[in-house]
């Protein structure tokens, strides 16, 4: 599951490749807007990311990871 995170004053977008669902990154994101925590993500490969949840613009979940190139694993 691809997901692209927009933070606040920053240029770029973050972008994560997760073993979640789609219902599962969005009851993260839920959590971190409600509770003023962070939001973490932790891909494939186990590499973590933190977001502070007061920070984020938007979260764009994809069901799809198109533009892949090279071998997956």
């Known amino acids: 599951m691809e997901v692209k995170i ?6 770029r977008e ?3 490749d997760t073993t979640l669902d ?3 990154v ?3 994101v839920t959590k971190a807007l409600e509770k003023g ?3 973490s993500l932790t891909d494939a490969k186990g ?7 007061d920070k984020l613009a938007y979260v764009d979940i994809s069901t799809s990871t198109t533009g892949t190139v090279g071998f997956r694993g």
């Open 22 to 24: 789609a219902d599962g």
């Open 14 to 16: 973050l972008t994560i």
């Open 26 to 28: 969005q009851e993260a």
């Open 37 to 39: 925590a962070v939001l």
């Open 6 to 11: 927009g933070v606040q004053n920053a240029n």
């Open 47 to 53: 590499r973590r990311l933190v977001v502070p949840g």
